[in-house]
């Protein structure tokens, strides 16, 4: 490296593990050894500040502003970066009003809509027609996005084991999808809560149309509101809203859980997981999920035998989260000219990062999605084979 070199490109030398280009103030390196998979274009230098305070935050906003830009495939440059982030530089001390914010109810509602009341006009450009905005299931490689999302649903429905009668609880249950094919195949009364007024908003327009006022109700209402209204419910899912509660706060959601479900009752949580407990991605939380947190597998599962669970059963589904996000980013990027047109281009390429970076992330196994279906106390009325 040259004296006179930019701390940037000394930087990116610490990324070596795979050969990539970069291009800055007219000059050329190569970063690794071998053939560049592609190549980085840097029209404005990233302080050295920045790059020590967080690595993922100087990079994320460089790429939105477009003061860097990729040369190649999206991909491909964040599996190779990513797939090193053990070098990713992390000052917590500086960037502690982002990576610990308040985990009180009103913060958390905020938080919430920041990302979930962008709009259902913006969700319906490219999310499937069930409007499912978390991991699908891919039971075939000829499976589309639509019937992965249908076949998730109904795969945990399975899991529940429901029947006729029954009363189910959908903690976050979106905009609704879930409670609505409960209720048309088994005859279940279903009650869903969200903090999202746009979700609710579509979640009544759904129960409208399908006529199942009645059966299937749906309140703006927060999870830890819910015991004040004195019901227990037989079956009980989550799915994608863990990574809202915050850290301080998995004791009681548990805690509530276990008293919302009659002793004997199933309770499915399906969430996106961490390998351990820290906090460490500045870039989402500022700009995607504010105050989303990873819970690691081991402490839900402790959290759990904290409060009368007993676990049946844990599934891992990385793989379909992965290919849940590649088409969720193909639709994306079959509609960005409208996405720019209404919310301009930065906009755009923060969601470009989000959504393909994620998709990395679960591909390489930096991140991970489980289900875990436990039940309330011992029951041994259920099947003896977890296929039922």
């Not at 999808?177 to 979700?199: D, R, V, W």
């Not at 004791?251 to 002793?263: F, K, V």
Request: net charge negative.
């Amino acid at each position: 490296m040259h004296i006179l070199d930019t701390f940037l490109i000394h930087y990116l030398h610490r990324f070596d593990s795979h050969c990539f280009a970069v291009e800055l103030h007219g000059k050329s390196y190569t970063i690794g050894e071998g053939e560049p998979l592609f190549k980085v274009i840097i029209h404005e230098d990233i302080p050295k500040k920045a790059l020590l305070s967080s690595t993922s935050l100087a990079l994320g906003e460089a790429y939105m502003k477009k003061t860097m830009e990729i040369e190649g495939d999206l991909f491909t440059a964040l599996k190779c970066i990513l797939s090193q982030s053990s070098q990713f530089s992390l000052d917590k001390g500086a960037l502690g009003r982002i990576l610990y914010t308040p985990e009180s109810k009103s913060n958390q509602k905020k938080q919430v809509s920041s990302h979930y009341d962008l709009g259902n006009d913006f969700y319906q450009l490219w999310l499937d027609p069930s409007m499912s905005y978390s991991c699908a299931y891919f039971k075939n490689d000829t499976d589309t996005l639509e019937q992965a999302q249908h076949n998730k649903v109904h795969y945990i429905l399975e899991k529940l084991h429901l029947q006729k009668g029954m009363t189910l609880l959908d903690i976050g249950c979106g905009w609704g999808y879930l409670l609505i094919e409960a209720a048309k195949k088994y005859g279940i009364k279903g009650y869903g809560c969200t903090l999202s007024q746009e979700q609710w908003k579509k979640g009544q327009e759904r129960i409208q149309q399908m006529g199942l006022t009645g059966q299937v109700q749906i309140d703006l209402v927060d999870y830890r509101d819910l015991l004040q209204e004195g019901k227990t419910y037989d079956r009980i899912v989550s799915v994608g809203m863990l990574e809202h509660v915050g850290r301080s706060n998995y004791g009681l959601y548990m805690e509530t859980a276990s008293h919302l479900l009659r002793e004997g009752g199933l309770f499915l949580l399906h969430y996106i997981s961490g390998h351990d407990e820290s906090v460490s991605n500045p870039w989402m939380r500022k700009y995607i999920f504010p105050g989303g947190t990873l819970p690691s597998l081991r402490e839900i599962i402790s959290r759990a035998y904290d409060n009368e669970f007993q676990v049946l059963d844990v599934e891992s589904l990385r793989r379909h989260y992965y290919k849940t996000l590649m088409c969720w980013y193909h639709n994306f990027q079959g509609v960005r000219d409208q996405v720019i047109a209404s919310r301009g281009e930065e906009f755009a390429r923060m969601w470009d990062l989000y959504l393909c970076g994620c998709a990395v992330s679960f591909y390489i196994g930096n991140i991970d999605l489980h289900q875990i279906l436990m039940t309330k106390g011992t029951n041994n009325d259920l099947p003896m084979t977890r296929w039922y």
